[in-house]
């Protein structure tokens, strides 16, 4: 699953994530564009961590409630969550 970096889940997201959810697949969260953060939104680090942070854990709430916990947390930790940048 890949989320924009600033724009987050948006509606096509959730709907990707029912799908997902109901066929059992496995999931890895891919954050793209991450470097807009920096170049666009002119973010902090301490900023784009907790931007980045709660763009991952919004991603867990949602998936956990879609799923009534079926699915293991997101995290960099477990390496289901991956981190891209295009241009930079």
Same mark, same amino acid.
């Given at each position: !699953? $890949? ?12 709907? +990707?994530?029912?799908? %997902?959810? *109901? ?13 807009? !953060? $920096? ?12 931007? +980045?942070?709660?763009? %991952?854990? *919004? ?30």
């Amino acid at each position: !699953l $890949v989320v924009d970096a600033v724009e987050g889940i948006m509606l096509h997201t959730e709907m +990707l994530l029912r799908q %997902i959810i *109901s066929e059992g697949l496995p999931l890895v969260l891919v954050i793209n564009k991450v470097d807009r !953060l $920096v170049l666009e939104l002119k973010l902090p680090p301490d900023d784009m961590y907790h931007k +980045l942070r709660h763009l %991952i854990d *919004s991603v867990n709430a949602f998936v956990s409630h879609q799923s009534n916990g079926r699915y293991p947390q997101l995290s960099p930790d477990r390496g289901n969550v991956i981190f891209a940048s295009s241009l930079h």
